[in-house]
């Protein structure tokens, strides 16, 4: 795939942009201690990629909740979420992120986030990245979540390419699926249990030059 194929890259958040999976996940350890759940019984790994419903439902394991209990605890765990989110600022973009946005966009590329977050808007605002994408999607854009590839599906319509044209940034395995399912070409950030099914994985996106990157891609280094 040339490079001048490459038309638009497509960011999943929480870990790929920032680290507020670092906080969400301090936030649900918050509402299961509210609970009485172990702390040793949410684990971080398991939650990535996760809705929030999903991530709930993962760490109460078989305990079934009415729609009504569920969806208070998850609009608790939001506020706690919130609480921590005023710690964030542009110095928590995660290394390379704002030069590799810089230089897309010089480039021409199209830019768009994609996220499972309820929070999509208030975290690019500290970040100061709002202006940064041509498109963003949230949890609110699609009903079926990752590891469907709806997200980046409406994506790739919104920003009016193909598919194989782009590609997405996850740092989940449910991220990395749902990117192969849709037709995408997929980068990993992060560790390689997570994201080891990717075409091209790296630690960090300061890692990354983008005039190497079709190739990479291709090769898989």
């Not at 729609?67 to 998850?74: G, I, N, Q, S, W």
């Not at 939001?78 to 230089?103: K, T, Y």
Request: proline share 4%; hydrophobic share 45%.
């Amino acid at each position: 795939m040339p490079i001048e194929k490459i038309e638009a890259l497509i960011f999943d958040m929480d870990g790929v942009l920032t680290d507020t999976v670092d906080l969400h996940y301090e936030a649900w350890l918050r509402l299961a201690q509210e609970k009485g759940i172990p702390a040793t019984q949410v684990d971080r790994d398991q939650l990535r990629g996760l809705s929030r419903r999903d991530s709930l439902q993962t760490i109460l394991g078989e305990e079934l909740l009415s729609p009504e209990d569920a969806a208070a605890l998850m609009l608790r765990k939001n506020e706690h979420f919130l609480e921590l989110l005023d710690r964030l600022s542009p110095a928590d973009c995660l290394p390379g992120v704002q030069r590799i946005l810089a230089e897309a966009r010089s480039a021409g590329l199209k830019l768009g986030l994609a996220s499972s977050s309820q929070n999509v808007y208030a975290v690019l605002d500290k970040l100061q990245l709002l202006e940064a994408f041509d498109a963003i999607a949230d949890a609110f854009t699609i009903t079926r979540t990752k590891p469907a590839p709806d997200v980046f599906l409406w994506m790739a319509g919104r920003l009016n390419v193909r598919p194989i044209h782009a590609v997405v940034f996850e740092d989940s395995s449910v991220g990395i699926e749902a990117a192969h399912t849709g037709g995408f070409w997929s980068v990993g950030i992060g560790a390689a249990h997570n994201v080891g099914k990717a075409h091209l994985m790296l630690s960090t996106l300061a890692t990354l030059e983008l005039d190497t990157l079709a190739q990479r891609l291709e090769s898989g280094q």
